[in-house]
């Protein structure tokens, strides 16, 4: 043992401690870019077979299973690629958009957010669903074809009207781009991932969108009468008026407005607590 340690140190030069870093802080990269998604359950799924059938064939020298382990590592490569083609799409989009500013990275589009704020609570008052999508880095062009074109300043009687059940864009996705509503109506893909019973079509079509992009989607139910939002592949329920602020200032990187002490809203018994796609 200390003479395979020595022999192991002996090779260890600079080249190889970063071919080292590399490998692990991309394995531990995309580790957090699947947590708590399906995929992760799918990838324990494969380990624990992979590592099963290997102790298995050592153990009982099972010269078959053996074979098969060591000629089927191209095959198991381009099966993991496939399986994993949504989280490797979303890793590569990511890295495309580092060092990018966000569309709504900045100050003077924080009265967008507000405005999102106020329509998405004043629809929930009244029970009428809705599906806000803000867009970011990832150009959703594909899903904006889908719907009505509308290219029209962001607002809350625009946001609020176009929900209401007599408008003939209600049923659908509004798209914001900036401070536009550039298309009404749009088609979302669903989602896949298994969700509570409470979550509907809407909820689904939200939470599609957000695990292929890095949109925004605001979602108001029609049935309860609550705010939730999809962001990166998860879904934060039932949220409040400050915790709907909160998250979006966090998401879009704005800085929240201090407020005085008198002007802090009361708590609630309403929890925001995020639940994962998995």
């Known amino acids: 043992m200390p003479q395979l340690a020595a022999d192991v140190l002996s090779r260890l030069n600079v080249s190889a401690v970063i071919d080292i870093v590399i490998v692990s802080v991309s394995i531990y990269w995309m580790l957090l870019l699947i947590r708590g998604s399906t995929a992760m359950t799918v990838?324990?799924?494969?380990?624990?077979l992979l590592i099963g059938a290997f102790v298995?064939?050592?153990?009982?020298?099972?010269?078959?299973?053996?074979?098969?382990?060591?000629?089927?590592?191209a095959g198991l490569l381009i099966g993991l690629i496939i399986i994993f083609q949504p989280e490797i799409r979303r890793a590569l989009e990511r890295l495309g958009r580092t060092g990018l500013r966000s569309v709504f990275g900045r100050t003077e589009n924080r009265d967008v957010v507000d405005m999102v704020v106020r329509s998405a609570l004043h629809l929930a008052r009244r029970n009428i669903g809705a599906l806000l999508v803000l867009e970011r880095e990832t150009g959703l062009q594909e899903v904006i074809d889908t719907g009505i074109p509308l290219d029209a300043q962001v607002s809350t009687e625009l946001l609020s009207t176009i929900f209401v059940t007599s408008s003939p864009l209600h049923d659908g996705a509004v798209v914001i781009r900036g401070d536009r509503a550039v298309a009404a109506g749009c088609t979302l893909p669903l989602s896949e991932a298994p969700l509570p019973t409470e979550y509907g079509t809407r909820h689904r079509a939200a939470l599609g969108i957000a695990e292929r992009t890095d949109a925004v989607i605001v979602v108001v139910s029609e049935e309860r009468g609550e705010v939730s939002i999809a962001s990166n592949g998860r879904m934060a329920p039932a949220l409040d008026e400050a915790q709907l602020h909160r998250q979006l200032h966090r998401l879009f990187g704005i800085e929240p407005p201090v407020r005085a002490p008198e002007d802090q809203p009361p708590p609630t018994a309403t929890g925001g607590v995020e639940r994962r796609a998995s």
Do not use: K
Not at 43 to 48: E, F, M, N, T
């Open 56 to 73: 298995a064939s050592r153990v009982f020298e099972l010269r078959v299973v053996n074979w098969i382990l060591r000629n089927s590592v």
């Open 43 to 48: 990838l324990r799924g494969v380990a624990v």
